[in-house]
């Protein structure tokens, strides 16, 4: 990685400012989610059906924004700024949710808030893939090595999270993840270079520009969608699970996060290292296998050992879906970068969706043990679906 970080000293400190962005949105993005649903639980106090209602209602939002900010980004306007405009609505946010325990004004002001805060993920990474495009680096393992600063702050974001909220409260950890943003806008202002792009013809169809007329893209959509429901399911329901069915610690829940995300570091870098060799569609059945392998293993084994050792499974499954699922997005729509990064985020948006209407309605139904059934299902559908989709 710092073989990659230092080839030739004018790039490096691109390069560096780029990982270093998004390592510190990562930190701060990996403070507030491992500890929403508890957040909503025990400080909102509201029932799982409004935890899992509230996760829809901020999937169905982010959507709607990021698909019209990204239109616009392809096309014409400096993408840095609107980085820079994402991440102070983050800090924005973050104030928001430190102060504030009513649930009405979090599901609408909040949620809005946050739908503009998350669209400066894939707007950074498209950035970084123009960037490196017009700099003629190698595209897969800079973006493998730029995802995989997600993870490491997924590593440090969920046992800080539960540290910080449970020690300190939640004000105090909405307030640290504020400072962090504010951080990453000085960075992004004085260190990210705004790059030019090509305007798209007016009259090009918005099927065009989605993709979505090309079968496999569809495809992708639809397996990506599940996958993340599946994710965003058992992200949801894990601290939940196993502090009230399995009586086991609440902080085991950020330990089994930062377990996995620090597995997925090597794993996504591997994937990014041998994907010329395999290709990605075969890396992609591959990672979606060891999720149906995970989520079945979280139906059969409660134990805190065995949560752990299944964190690997979980890794492999996250770490390669994230990073290369991002770039057969790309491949498969060529010259259009924002609009396929943010296809890709659409999709674990959309499953966000299907997650909290699902995981709300299964867990105040059914209990949480029935969502891993449910999750098991989906997992294998995805893998039906990811097994039909060409190579980019």
């Avoid at 701060?28 to 509230?54: D, I, K, M, Y």
């Avoid at 980085?83 to 104030?95: E, P």
């Avoid at 060529?334 to 943010?342: L, V």
Wanted: proline share 3%; aromatic share 12%.
């Amino acid at each position: 990685m710092l073989w990659f970080l230092t080839k030739g000293r004018r790039l490096n400190l691109v390069y560096v400012a780029f990982m270093t962005v998004a390592f510190m949105m990562g930190v701060a993005g990996a403070l507030q989610a491992p500890t929403l649903s508890l957040f909503l639980t025990r400080e909102v106090e509201v029932r799982p059906f409004w935890v899992g209602l509230f996760y829809t209602v901020n999937a169905v939002a982010g959507i709607v924004i990021s698909l019209l900010l990204a239109r616009r980004s392809d096309s014409r306007g400096d993408r840095r700024k609107l980085i820079m405009f994402c991440c102070a609505m983050a800090v924005a946010n973050c104030i928001l949710f430190a102060f504030n325990r009513h649930y009405l004004t979090l599901i609408t002001a909040g949620v809005f808030l946050a739908a503009l805060a998350n669209t400066s993920m894939p707007q950074i990474f498209a950035l970084a893939r123009e960037y490196a495009d017009r700099s003629a680096r190698e595209v897969v393992m800079f973006s493998s090595v730029m995802r995989a600063q997600l993870s490491l702050a997924w590593v440090i974001g969920p046992p800080l999270s539960f540290m910080l909220a449970l020690n300190y409260g939640f004000t105090t950890m909405f307030l640290s993840a504020a400072g962090i943003f504010a951080l990453s806008l000085l960075i992004i202002f004085f260190a990210l270079p705004s790059v030019p792009r090509i305007e798209q013809a007016a009259d090009k169809d918005i099927t065009q520009v989605s993709g979505w007329q090309d079968r496999n893209v569809r495809y992708l959509f639809i397996a990506s969608m599940l996958m993340w429901t599946c994710n965003t399911m058992y992200i949801i329901d894990m601290p939940l699970w196993i502090s009230q069915d399995l009586g086991l610690p609440d902080k085991l829940a950020g330990v089994l996060m930062g377990t996995a995300a620090g597995l997925e570091i090597p794993a996504m870098l591997l994937a990014g290292y041998y994907v010329k060799r395999f290709g990605k569609r075969p890396m992609m059945v591959f990672a979606v296998g060891a999720g149906v392998v995970f989520y079945v293993g979280l139906v059969l084994f409660h134990s805190r050992t065995a949560l752990l050792i299944l964190q690997l499974f979980n890794a492999i499954f996250i770490g390669i879906v994230a990073g290369i699922g991002m770039l057969w997005f790309q491949d498969l729509m060529p010259g259009r970068a924002g609009s396929a990064t943010t296809l890709f985020t659409n999709s674990i948006s959309t499953g966000v969706i299907l997650a909290g209407v699902i995981q709300g309605a299964l867990a105040e139904s059914f209990g949480h043990g029935s969502v891993y059934w449910v999750i098991s299902g989906i997992a294998l559908a995805a893998l039906v679906l990811t097994s039909r989709v060409r190579e980019g």
